[in-house]
Nanobody, 123 residues
Framework: QLQLVESGGGLVQPGGSLRLSCAAS????????IGWFRQAPGKEREGVSC????????NYADSVKGRFTISRDNAKNTVYLQMNSLKPEDTAVYYC????????????????WGQGTQVTVSS
């Protein structure tokens, strides 16, 4: 069974940092691109960032460019999202999901969604 588990969320003050982890079990991440998504209360889920299977391609939503960095460690079967200079509008549940090989532009193409991890940015 393919499973992704997110961790690393929490409460942080504006300007602070968090590192989210997306760990895979039941399959190797070597063959998959991994996307991070988030859903704020009352809003639709949106794409945040994605990394291709060989880390050759990364992309970011305009709202997080320059503040968030996605990376992967295939030996640890884990993808990370380093979030710096956090803002209250970054508050959301963050999810990771997988797509074979490349970062699809369609959220619906991603599967094996994790349960999410809550990020709250507040003073």
């Amino acid at each position: 069974q393919l499973q992704l588990v997110e961790s690393g969320g929490g409460l942080v003050q504006p300007g602070g940092s968090l590192r989210l982890s997306c760990a895979a079990s039941g399959f190797s991440l070597d063959y998959y691109a991994i996307g991070w998504f988030r859903q704020a209360p009352g809003k639709e889920r949106e794409g945040v960032s994605c990394i291709s299977r060989r880390s050759s391609i990364t992309n970011y939503a305009d709202s997080v460019k320059g503040r968030f960095t996605i990376s992967r460690d295939n030996a640890k079967n884990t993808v990370y999202l380093q979030m710096n200079s956090l803002k209250p509008e970054d508050t959301a549940v963050y999810y990771c999901a997988a797509h074979y090989d490349y970062c699809s532009v369609r959220e619906a193409d991603f599967g094996s969604w994790g349960q999410g991890t809550q990020v709250t940015v507040s003073s």
